[in-house]
């Protein structure tokens, strides 16, 4: 809304659509008022993603593996098939997965898809613009480590509920692309649950320790239209010898 002399009142929304905040605008500049009540978190942002790398395995240890295979049975819940996959990832930010399915014990379809680091995509699309944006942030091979130099801004907007256990909302703003929530345990410090506005939503569970790293054993996506897959990991490894040609769309079909 606008009004005379460049004075006029924005509303901010939340990665789900809720109002977060009202900002005034005025020729002096812009002023974000305060909602009464408003959250006041009882940690900082450095202190909490301080305890997320430490609770994630320490960050010399994480830091030492350079690539990784996982092997994982798929649950497409909402389609009635189930699948397999094998994932790989190398460091900077390499990326690819190749995903067959199975209905009635015979398999239907293969699929491939990737990021080699520039672009990404898989069978029949290619990735652009703000999609290729989330993709870079996604397949950061740290992760969450590399947090200071991934957003230009990090805030702690709120606590929520992820499957019963008590959560930070953390809302991470890259320079390109769209904001993330990350939503990070406030007893074990794991991330628990990343969302963003018309992305998949994604569900991490079952954390077991791997070469000194932990790692979510089951994770759920969940489609803005609601559709679920569960993939459950079987086997992984880290620092196994990849080709880069594993991560280009060439692959797909192999």
Known sequence: MSGLDGVG????????????????????????????????????????????????????????????????????????????????????????????????????????????????????????????????????????LDWRTMFKKVEIKNKRQVNKEEAYVVVATPEHGSPVAYYISTKSFLLLRRERRGADTSLFEDYRRVNGEMVPFKTTYITPAGQRKVYYIKDTKFDVAIDDRKFRSSQRRD
Do not use: C
């Open 9 to 144: 009142l924005e509303i901010v929304r939340d990665l789900n659509g809720k109002v977060s905040a009202l900002v005034l605008k005025q020729p002096s500049g812009n002023v974000e008022l305060d909602r009464v009540g408003a959250f006041v978190p009882n940690i900082t942002v450095d202190e909490l993603m301080s305890k997320l790398i430490a609770a994630s395995g320490g960050e010399a240890n994480v830091r030492r593996h350079k690539a990784m295979r996982q092997k994982v049975a798929i649950d497409f819940e909402t389609l009635g098939v189930n699948g397999e996959g094998v994932i790989i990832a190398k460091w900077p930010n390499l990326w690819a997965i190749r995903t067959t399915r199975y209905a009635l014990g015979k398999r239907i379809d293969t699929s491939f898809s990737y990021f080699d680091g520039t672009n990404g995509g898989g069978d029949g699309y290619k990735l652009s613009g703000p999609d290729l944006d989330d993709e870079k942030i996604d397949d950061k091979f740290y992760g969450l």
